[in-house]
């Protein structure tokens, strides 16, 4: 144990009043999973894990963290990239794992809504919903393993924001325990409740700086009944945009994604990630995942088709494959949702979650290109990720042989390339991955200074003491 605080024996001892024993991990190697983020970026300590099982549990422990002066660092599917769930290195403060809050409490279809426990998983909540005949639509690559606590805290967005919006726009409400141990519920199905502030949407994207969400009540949709796949290829990403706003006129609401994807990054996953296959009978330099869904059987698929012909006979798309069944479909999906795998397998790769306006995103990734050919002449950036709402993922791996270390190494010069483009076009430096650590320095110099005193002006309301995450956001 590494805890640095006198009291410790005594701290340990009254958190397992509250949350049990057996709920309170002081080992070392059961800790260090809680102890680290999936990029292996930041590394913490802690004086312990704790995994407590209910929402009044969760409310006990700040309410002590926060009379002693504690620190407390909440956690979920421990999934996320900028590492807002990582303690810090002073083995002071307690990670607080919501794994145990995992009920799903319920599931009303007829006001299409439901009300789970932050722990529930992505695809426990997915399919709770699908039960009820009923239709969750945030969707991440890491659904199997992130949480809904987390999902919320950092404002997940997905591959269907185009047409369901973010996590922000699928909560009804939330209950969160605040630090000084009180419980504030805003749960329920209401659509309209004008009542003063908007409580439930300020603690989503708060990554656990304002409370703790123990629970929250989500929208569901009608289940579609059909969907079309496709995958086509693209001279550049100005193309990509004409076809976007062609599809977006041709589907309407049909269109759940749009994904733009590079040559650089699907011959990456075509090298490393094994089962993939090229889907088109050429290269192109781009490429385009499009996905239509409708609530009548085969409407998506034969709109799909006209589209398809449609775009190619108007010279928008170069070649186009439309998946004929639910394992070409997954295939496609696979290309696209493996390019942060393959990127990792490829050696170092510098991250930017930013976003744009769409209408800006060809030449965002032009301007962008062009300066970082200019200062790293072998680097490879790889753009991809969510055209449909100017959500772009540009990374960029290191030069074909080059050592890993030398390069990750130049994280903060490529970071100033990439995001003063970004801040040249009206953007923003973190779309859907949040702050966290990683970011925070640089929220300070490219927030609006009014808004972040703002920010902390909340955040001193409702954690005075500063024991909800310190370090993360701000």
């Excluded at 006990?60 to 421990?78: R, Y």
Aim: charged content about 20%; overall charge negative.
């Amino acid at each position: 144990m590494t805890a640095i605080r006198s009291d410790a024996p005594l701290l340990l001892s009254r958190l397992a009043a509250i949350v049990g024993e057996a709920a309170v991990v002081t080992d070392a190697t059961a800790m260090s999973p809680y102890l680290a983020e999936p990029r292996d970026l930041y590394h913490g300590r802690a004086l312990c894990v704790l995994k407590p099982k209910s929402p009044q549990e969760v409310a006990g422990v700040l309410a002590l963290c926060n009379e002693i002066g504690a620190s407390v660092t909440p956690q979920g599917g421990n999934t996320g990239l900028v590492g807002g769930q990582t303690p810090d290195p002073s083995g002071a403060s307690v990670v607080l794992s919501l794994e145990r809050l995992n009920q799903i409490r319920a599931v009303d279809a007829t006001a299409d809504a439901m009300t789970v426990e932050a722990g529930v998983t992505l695809s426990q909540a997915q399919d709770a919903a699908q039960a009820a005949d009923r239709y969750f639509p945030l969707s991440l690559a890491s659904e199997g393993s992130c949480t809904i606590g987390g999902n919320l805290a950092t404002n997940a967005g997905g591959v269907h924001v185009l047409a369901y919006g973010s996590m922000r726009d699928l909560v009804l409400g939330v209950e969160v325990a605040l630090a000084n141990g009180r419980l504030l519920s805003t749960l329920g199905a209401l659509r309209k409740d004008n009542t003063g502030y908007d409580l439930t949407r300020l603690f989503v994207g708060s990554e656990g700086t304002l409370g703790v969400i123990t629970a929250a009540t989500l929208k569901l949709f009608p289940s579609p009944r059909s969907h079309a796949v496709a995958f086509l290829g693209l001279r550049d990403p100005a193309q990509a945009l004409l076809l976007l706003n062609f599809v977006k006129g041709r589907a309407g609401p049909m269109l759940h994604a749009f994904e733009l994807v590079s040559r650089q990054g699907l011959e990456l996953v075509l090298r490393h990630i094994p089962g993939t296959r090229d889907p088109l009978a050429r290269p192109h330099d781009w490429y385009a995942l499009i996905e239509l869904a409708a609530f009548a059987d085969g409407d998506a698929e034969r709109a799909a088709a006209e589209i398809l012909a449609a775009a190619i006979d108007a010279d928008l798309a170069l070649d186009a494959t439309l998946a004929q069944s639910l394992d070409q479909a997954r295939a496609l999906w696979k290309l696209r949702e493996s390019m942060s795998e393959a990127q990792k397998r490829e050696g170092g790769s510098i991250k930017h979650d930013i976003a744009v306006p769409v209408n800006t995103i060809p030449r965002f990734i032009d301007e962008a290109g062009r300066r970082l050919r200019a200062a790293l002449p072998l680097a490879r950036p790889v753009p991809f990720g969510h055209m449909g709402d100017g959500n772009i993922h540009y990374n960029v791996s290191q030069p074909v042989g080059a050592d890993r270390a030398e390069f990750i190494a130049r994280w903060a010069e490529v970071n100033a390339i990439v995001h003063g483009v970004v801040h040249e076009f009206g953007g923003s430096i973190s779309a859907e991955h949040g702050i966290g650590r990683l970011k925070r320095d640089l929220l300070r110099e490219t927030k609006d200074p009014v808004a972040l005193d703002a920010m902390r002006a909340i955040k001193a309301a409702l954690d005075p003491n500063g024991i909800l995450n310190p370090g993360v956001l701000l």
